[in-house]
């Protein structure tokens, strides 16, 4: 079975209102680059990951009058992808969704949020000391993980949670002060909703279930200055770095958290207009339980230039390129 996760860089914005394409030459919302253009470059990949399920991170919107599952189905059916159908779990107000696109012959899967004292539902507040004050900050997700109940047609049940965790980018900041104290408050907020996911995990972990962690977490080890100042990434907090207990497993992760120098896994690739240069980072991840890790899976980015396959397939390279500023992840694994 192949699971993946996938960025698509403002999907909302290739739909009207009742969910239809706009396959037009006006330009999408990524830079020169035609909605045509894009859409045709995301059936190319989509079709060549053939993917048993993909989170779809900044899937469509699914607000006031828009319905990103209808969005999401028709694009599956327009280009005859096996993975056809879509969930949604709580709707956000940033036009960017979390969703799953699966296989129904190969998956039932269905939203199951769980709730508890220790992790609320994550539509709801999390209270938590952010800055050391003895007053309990209360945090919410600006986009709410998708939990999901799935069972493989196999019979195998597992746990699944879709995540996009804040940005960390200081927008509106004008000063360097500014700039300063709201990077440190986005920062200690991302953490805040690091910590409420990895106590959910922990939950999982406990009662034994199967458990697969995926999307962007807009984060890593040595991303950003900040991290310094508050001793680890969001990446270590879920992945369970520094506590006792099980962990979770992402080869790509932990290269990058063993190797703060020389070449690192890359999944995302942003354009710096005033250095006039790429930035490229690792973002994106699918982190399993130990049962799941004991099964040997196999991982892969689909960068068009580091991942061989798809730097000799021209028409895959483009595409991955054309598609979005994030490159999908992949796990393979016997379930």
């Given amino acids: 079975m192949r699971i993946a996760t996938y960025n698509v860089e403002w999907f909302d914005a290739l739909f009207d209102d009742a969910g239809r394409l706009l396959a037009d030459d006006a330009w999408s919302a990524r830079h020169e680059v035609t909605r045509r253009e894009q859409i045709e470059a995301l059936a190319s990949v989509l079709t060549a990951l053939d ?7 900044e899937a469509p919107d699914s607000h006031r009058a828009r319905d990103g599952v209808r969005a999401l189905e028709t694009f599956a059916a327009t280009f005859g992808l096996r993975a056809r159908r879509a969930v949604i779990g709580f709707t956000n107000t940033t036009q960017q969704e979390i969703a799953l ?3 129904p012959d190969a998956l039932r899967v269905r939203h199951d949020p769980r709730d508890s004292a220790g992790a609320p539902r994550f539509d709801g507040t999390f209270e938590i000391d ?11 997700f600006s986009k709410p993980p998708l939990e999901l109940a799935v069972e493989t047609a196999g019979g195998q049940r597992l746990r699944m949670i879709g995540a996009h965790l804040k940005s960390k980018a200081p927008h509106g900041a004008k000063t360097r002060d500014q700039i300063m ?3 440190i408050a986005n920062r200690r907020k991302q953490l805040a909703q690091a910590i409420w996911l990895r106590q959910r995990v922990e939950e999982h972990l406990a009662a034994g279930e199967s458990l697969i962690v995926l999307g962007d977490l807009n984060d890593g080890p040595g991303l950003d200055e900040y991290e310094a100042l508050f001793g680890r990434s969001s990446v270590e907090i879920i992945r369970g770095e520094g506590r006792d207990g099980p962990r979770l497993y992402d080869p790509n992760a932990s290269i990058a958290l063993q190797r703060r120098l020389g070449a690192q896994p890359t999944t995302a690739r942003f354009y710096i207009a005033g250095q006039d240069s ?3 980072a690792l973002l994106d991840y699918i982190f399993v339980s130990p049962d799941l890790c004991a099964r040997r899976p196999d991982w892969r980015i689909w960068h068009p230039f580091n991942d061989p396959a798809c730097w000799r397939t021209r028409e895959l390279r483009e595409a991955l390129v054309t598609a979005s500023d994030h490159y999908p992840v992949t796990l393979d694994i016997a379930i």
């Fill in 278 to 280: 790429y930035l490229q």
């Fill in 130 to 140: 952010l800055d050391f004050d003895a007053r309990r900050d209360r945090v919410r």
């Fill in 51 to 57: 993917a048993d399920a993909v989170m779809v991170i």
């Fill in 181 to 183: 104290r709201l990077s």
């Fill in 101 to 103: 696109l699966y296989d």
